[in-house]
């Protein structure tokens, strides 16, 4: 499968009601970055009290 944002070999695949998105190493980072940083993220760890294992 191909990433969903280059033309690289997905490294990761997701599937959600049969749709299957595939992301290379690079984006799949990206993503997990940009989802760590957003305060949604934030605002549901605290919502769920999850702490962090640092």
């Not at 499968?1 to 984006?27: F, I």
């Not at 949604?40 to 919502?47: I, K, N, S, T």
């Amino acid at each position: 499968m191909q990433c969903h944002y280059c033309d690289r070999e997905a490294a990761y695949e997701t599937e959600h009601d049969g749709v299957v998105v595939g992301l290379c190493e690079e984006h799949f980072r990206e993503q997990v970055e940009a989802l760590a940083d957003d305060d949604g993220l934030a605002a549901l760890r605290d919502r769920l009290d999850v702490e962090s294992r640092e």
